[in-house]
């Protein structure tokens, strides 16, 4: 099956009926981005700048990071980059930052907001990934933006560094498009704002799958409780499809559901063209899109939608088997 995957990773990812599906790594250290080539995929979707965070010992200085992104953009060539800022928090927090226990850290002092309280961090990440771009395009995006005023102060960061770097000399990236991860339930409900002012989002659905069903992701207990192919999950993001679309938006989904074949499937049938996911999953999830009609599935999918049941799981299996997917 590897094999298979394997000789196939140059075969685009388009269905049956010519929809190209583009198909993306999510990754976080250097010896993730050899997976870019192996995998076929188009880049690097979510890349999560937290993780060379957490194995140090202390706080990397502007420096530092910029040789490490600077390298990441090397190794990955031609292929695009989503940066993401710094996701600490919740249970992802150095040692050199921890400030306090906290009673609920997935809701707690986190991602952006320790960015936007503590402006220099966010800073000097920006400076750096500014920095390493140098004439290239840079694409960054801000992890948990629960308001369309957090992002709007995060992009003035953004743009400060930026101007900064131009009064320096430093040679600017050539394109800048800055986006948002859509993963706080509220961020649903400022859509038409929001779009107008971010240049992509991505939906990280291990996170609002939490927040939408109130249920802590990495609970043993709740394993299995609430199913990401769950009616109102997927209306949800429907929504967040129609409205990405109405505005022109380029949209995105990060999250684990991307990289599982029926769920991604459900999320091609919903609309995403764009799927970002352990380099392990793109060969299973590129050989589904080459099996799939994206017109029938999409008319499928709307059918069922509306459904009572707890889980659309077994009729898209019931769809798969008899499609031949
Ligand atoms: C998500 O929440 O879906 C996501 C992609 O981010 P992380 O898993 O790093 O929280
Ligand atoms: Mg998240």
Excluded at 166 to 177: H, N, R, T
Aim: some cysteine.
């Amino acid at each position: 099956q590897r094999a298979a995957y394997m000789r196939d990773r140059s075969k685009p990812s388009v269905t049956l009926d010519g929809v190209d599906i583009d198909l993306f790594i999510n990754a976080g250290l250097l010896i993730d981005v050899p997976h870019l080539e192996e995998s076929g995929a188009v880049g690097i979707g979510l890349y999560r700048t937290e993780v060379p965070f957490m194995v140090r010992s202390g706080f990397p200085n502007v420096d530092e990071q910029q040789k490490l992104y600077q390298n990441i953009l090397d190794q990955a060539g031609d292929k695009q980059v989503v940066f993401r800022t710094l996701d600490i928090g919740g249970d992802k927090i150095p040692s050199y930052v921890r400030e306090s226990e906290e009673e609920n850290p997935a809701l707690g002092w986190r991602a952006l907001r320790i960015g936007l309280d503590r402006p220099y961090m966010l800073r000097q990440q920006l400076r750096a990934l500014i920095g390493a771009a140098s004439g290239r395009p840079l694409h960054v995006m801000f992890p948990m933006v629960a308001e369309v005023s957090e992002f709007d102060a995060a992009r003035a960061v953004m743009d400060l560094e930026l101007k900064r770097a131009a009064e320096k000399g430093v040679d600017l990236p050539s394109q800048i498009s800055v986006g948002t991860m859509l993963e706080v339930p509220a961020l649903l409900f400022q859509l038409p704002t929001l779009l107008s002012r971010v240049d992509f989002v991505s939906v990280g659905s291990n996170d609002l799958q939490q927040f939408l069903f109130a249920s802590d992701r990495g609970n043993p207990k709740l394993d299995g409780r609430y199913d990401p192919l769950a009616p109102g999950m997927l209306r949800m993001l429907k929504t967040v499809v129609d409205a990405c679309a109405e505005a022109d938006v380029p949209l995105a989904l990060c999250g684990e559901m991307a990289g599982s074949p029926l769920e991604a499937l459900a999320l091609i049938g919903l609309g995403f063209r764009r799927l970002s996911m352990n380099a392990s999953s793109v060969g299973p999830v590129r050989a589904m899109v080459r099996s799939v009609q994206c017109e029938n599935l999409t008319g499928f999918i709307e059918s069922i939608m509306n459904s009572h049941h707890h889980s659309l799981r077994s009729y898209l299996a019931s769809y798969a088997k008899d499609h031949k997917v």
